[in-house]
T-cell receptor
Framework: QKEVEQDPGPLSVPEGAIVSLNCTYS??????FMWYRQYSRKGPELLMY????GNKEDGRFTAQVDKSSKYISLFIRDSQPSDSATYLC???????????FGTGTRLKVLA | NAGVTQTPKFQVLKTGQSMTLQCAQD?????MYWYRQDPGMGLRLIYY???????DKGEVPNGYNVSRLNKREFSLRLESAAPSQTSVYFC?????????????FGPGTRLTVT
């Protein structure tokens, strides 16, 4: 079993929809949770970073962490065609500075 | 402020050839990383350097060596390339203090080994 599981998609939604992207994990030591966006043939770009449990909002993006269920989510409101990309989750335990990445979910937002 | 830069952008090697991938960051970051990205496998850590003068193996270090030349530069060397090393290679660096867990990536090097 992989430490971090992420549905590869593709996930296709109409413009304006609310998108929910998710990752599950098995290592209870993970405390830092990140979401990256990666456009085709580009490097990953950090979107959101959350420590421990709870929610964090930044514009149209909301990151949610449920440590009791070992489940994290990224919500995108009012999705736009420019949001079409692969979204990667990543996690790290305190003090390790090593990151475990999910395989990424490919999102397509249709105009 | 260029962030994280990588050279070359593309490379084709024959089996058995060697090459060095270069990475530099201008953000005064302490930690630097090398990953490979393959379809269906996500990003896998090859080596990392928590600070200048130290390097550690990641998940897939076999066939690679690294050098942390100074605080800015972290290179990855393939001594004898194999087709299994065909991949996209990303260098990354971490912020520090309150940004210690924020990782910034370079644009990648696409390597094909024939």
């Amino acid at each position: 079993q992989k430490e971090v599981e992420q549905d590869p998609g593709p996930l296709s939604v109409p413009e304006g929809a609310i998108v929910s992207l998710n990752c599950t994990y098995s290592n209870s030591a993970f405390q830092y949770f990140m979401w990256y966006r990666q456009y085709s043939r580009k490097g990953p770009e950090l979107l959101m970073y959350t420590y421990s449990s709870g929610n964090k909002e930044d514009g149209r993006f909301t990151a949610q962490v449920d440590k009791s269920s070992k489940y994290i989510s990224l919500f995108i409101r009012d999705s736009q065609p420019s949001d079409s990309a692969t979204y990667l989750c990543a996690m790290s335990a305190e003090g390790t500075y090593k990151y475990i990445f999910g395989t990424g979910t490919r999102l397509k937002v249709l105009a | 402020n260029a962030g994280v830069t990588q050279t070359p952008k593309f490379q084709v090697l024959k089996t058995g050839q060697s090459m060095t991938l270069q990475c530099a960051q201008d953000m005064n970051h302490n930690s630097m990383y090398w990953y490979r990205q393959d379809p269906g496998m996500g990003l896998r850590l090859i080596y990392y350097s928590a600070s200048e003068g130290t390097t550690d193996k990641g998940e897939v270090p076999n066939g690679y060596n690294v050098s942390r030349l100074n605080k800015r530069e972290f290179s990855l060397r393939l001594e004898s390339a194999a087709p299994s090393q065909t991949s996209v290679y990303f260098c990354a660096s971490n912020g520090w203090g309150t940004e210690a867990y924020e990782q910034y990536f370079g644009p990648g090097t696409r390597l094909t080994v024939t």
